[in-house]
């Protein structure tokens, strides 16, 4: 059985620029939730979605964004790039929503460098 | 105060001791409790998933839950050099938070 994937591994992206990170989950979850990973801030929710709709967001601006697809893959969408947005992104799918949610497996993340 | 405490380390130990990483947590309503290990540069990987008070037994790993005390652990007997990692506790009520993890060192 095929893990969470998430495209590409590496960016490296300019102040001001956006970036589009991918995600497809395991085969037969239809959850999907991603976090910033900071060596100073740790493993941060961003958000869920579940039935391509977001059920739970984290504290961060609306720079950040997501969505779902009919197939449960997930794109994160990151606008007007901040030096302090470099971060390891990680994405983490689970069979479901609540309960079902909480056994999350996660990718090995894109790591993304803003310079 | 932070929802989740955790000793970010490092820790060092020589191979073969029996390892205590540990988390205490201030919300109640937390209901299940995981045990994440992350090698560098990779994502996080589940070792053990559990939802009651009490200890799970996985091979050399022990998680322990002390509901009353909001206090979780995890036991890795026999450590080995590839047990180097930094293990992250998470718990969940609707989302999962997770504590800042602990950096191990297993030297041979």
């Known amino acids: 059985k095929a893990g969470v994937t998430q495209t590409p591994r590496y960016l490296i992206k300019t102040r001001g620029q956006q970036v589009t990170l991918s995600c497809s989950p395991i085969?037969?979850?239809?959850?999907v939730s991603w976090y910033q990973q900071t060596p100073g801030q740790g493993l941060q929710f961003l958000f869920e979605?579940?039935?391509?709709?977001?059920?739970n967001k984290g504290n961060f601006p609306g720079r950040f964004s997501g969505r779902q697809f009919s197939n449960s893959r997930s794109e994160m969408n990151v606008s007007t790039l901040e030096l302090g947005d470099s971060a390891l992104y990680l994405c983490?799918?689970?069979?479901?929503?609540?309960?079902?949610?909480?056994?999350?497996?996660f990718g090995q993340g894109t790591r993304l460098t803003v310079v | 105060q932070k929802e989740v405490e955790q000793d970010p380390g490092p820790l060092s130990v020589p191979e073969g001791a029996i390892v205590s990483l540990n988390c205490t947590y201030s919300?109640?309503?937390?209901?299940?409790f995981m045990w994440y290990r992350q090698y560098s540069r990779k994502g996080p990987e589940l070792l053990m998933y559990t939802y009651s008070s009490g200890n799970k037994e996985d091979g050399r790993f022990t998680a322990q839950v002390d509901k009353s005390s909001k206090y979780i652990s995890l036991f890795i007997r026999d450590s080995q050099p590839s047990d180097s990692a930094t293990y992250l506790c998470?718990?969940?009520?609707?989302?999962?938070?997770f504590g800042a993890g602990t950096r191990l060192a297993v030297h041979p």
């Open positions: 919300n109640s309503a937390f209901q299940y």
């Open positions: 998470a718990l969940a009520y609707n989302k999962l938070i």
């Open positions: 979605y579940f039935s391509e709709t977001q059920r």
């Open positions: 085969s037969g979850h239809r959850s």
């Open positions: 983490a799918s689970s069979l479901g929503h609540g309960r079902a949610g909480t056994e999350a497996f």
